[in-house]
């Protein structure tokens, strides 16, 4: 699935220079998909910042994955890899 621009929603926001963000964002993506370079395309002009947190949830297996912003592009952020937080799926 592709990224919907504006899609992520800013959680918590970190109040001075050495505080983070907290971004959610539900798709249908994998995390994985999430991880690859430039997936978060409006990061900048949404004001996310290098360290901030960025949780993901999969619609369609409600796997919920965590990622740190690594850098920023022009308009872009580059997350970390995957690393899964939670899943809804029944035995886990």
């Known amino acids: 699935m ?5 899609s992520p929603f800013l959680t918590t926001q970190g109040i001075g220079n050495q505080s983070i963000a907290v971004w959610y964002h539900s798709s249908a993506d994998a995390g994985a998909a999430v991880d690859t ?4 395309t ?6 996310a910042k290098v360290g901030d947190l ?8 409600d796997i919920v994955t965590t ?6 592009g022009a308009a872009t952020a580059n997350l970390t890899d995957t690393t ?9």
């Open 37 to 40: 370079d430039g997936f978060w």
């Open 54 to 61: 960025f949780i993901h949830r999969d619609t369609g297996t």
């Open 84 to 92: 899964t937080t939670g899943s809804g799926t029944v035995g886990d």
């Open 42 to 47: 409006d990061a900048v002009v949404m004001g």
């Open 67 to 72: 990622h740190v912003v690594k850098s920023l």
């Open 2 to 6: 592709t990224y919907v621009a504006k």
